[in-house]
């Protein structure tokens, strides 16, 4: 996603896939590869394609119709469902588009991978804490905002670094605190959605700071989340590992599928437990996950007896 920029000014390809899990910069990426493409008449000039209206042969019209009043066409592929049988083919049409043409493919769900080798490949995942820290700033700067150092790591911690919600909740605090031209971070401790998996950090330092009320306190805004119960048995499963572990963050990271920045504040979170008490933890996890399982106890009471259980450890 940085290089996009340097790319576009370069030329523009005939094919960009873009991967990643920050829906902010898919948007980014599309927008600014319209803008390379300097297309002013949309209404002929791009085709959306999703599940409901997407065909190869439909595909195949598109890329061969001529811009009208424009140099290039775009074609945007979105939520879309490729078959298996269909891989080959769609390949072989995207490498024969005329030159006048420009397809984009925004792949949410790795659907598109095998495309990676023949086609301009635009990473919109998460991007680093700095370059995010930058953008925010930037963006408040148009709206005559400044953020604190301590309310801008206090954003990014509550919104996992995702851009698309770091973009929304910015709305949010601007409507609300009209009266201040920097924000603190208790306008972000009061007005931000914490993202899920940050709650379980805060989980996870109040039990190892034994500081029961405040567990509780926050195991009772995310108890009901989706898939909570198995993000709280891989977060403390990756503290185990990390604490055993001698090889670098970016090394462990890359085994364990995650950013380097989960490896890096997860070494720090395990400071608080033992290797020994990490070891009984995910033992206790491995058998409340077989009592939920088997139906002998439901999940809200698992993730409280966990609680109470690391505590006492």
């Not at 439909?58 to 269909?86: C, H, Q, S, W």
């Not at 709305?171 to 899920?196: M, P, R």
Request: charged share 25%; aromatic share 8%.
């Amino acid at each position: 996603m940085k290089t996009l920029k340097k790319r576009l000014s370069e030329g523009i390809a005939s094919v960009y896939l873009v991967e990643g899990d920050d829906f902010y910069l898919f948007d980014k990426a599309l927008s600014m590869i319209k803008n390379a493409c300097k297309i002013t008449v949309d209404e002929f000039n791009i085709s959306f394609f999703d599940d409901e209206n997407y065909s190869l042969e439909k595909l195949y019209n598109a890329t061969e119709m001529l811009p009208i009043g424009d140099l290039k066409r775009l074609i945007v592929l979105k939520n879309v469902t490729i078959k298996d049988a269909e891989k080959k083919n769609m390949e072989s049409l995207l490498l024969k588009i005329p030159k006048s043409t420009c397809v984009v493919i925004l792949d949410y769900n790795k659907s598109f991978e095998y495309l990676k080798r023949s086609f301009t490949f635009v990473d919109a995942s998460r991007l680093d804490k700095s370059t995010v820290q930058k953008l925010v700033k930037a963006i408040l700067s148009k709206q005559n905002k400044q953020i604190s150092d301590e309310a801008l790591d206090e954003l990014i911690n509550s919104t996992n670094g995702f851009l698309t919600k770091i973009v929304l909740e910015l709305q949010k605090i601007v409507c609300f605190d009209t009266q201040s031209d920097v924000i603190g971070k208790s306008a972000i401790e009061q007005l931000v959605n914490k993202d899920t998996e940050y709650s379980v950090f805060q989980l996870t330092e109040a039990l190892s700071n034994k500081d029961g009320n405040k567990a509780l306190k926050i195991l009772k805004l995310v108890e009901k989340e989706p898939g909570i119960f198995t993000l709280i048995t891989n977060h403390f499963r990756r503290l185990f590992y990390s604490s055993i572990s001698d090889q670098s963050n970016s090394e462990l990271a890359s085994l364990m599928g995650v950013k380097e920045y989960a490896i890096v504040k997860a070494r720090q979170l395990a400071r608080g437990f033992s290797k020994s008490q990490l070891k009984k933890i995910n033992s206790i996890l491995e058998e409340l996950d077989y009592l939920v399982k088997c139906g002998k106890m439901q999940i809200s009471n698992a993730l409280y007896l966990l609680v109470f259980d690391i505590i006492y450890i």
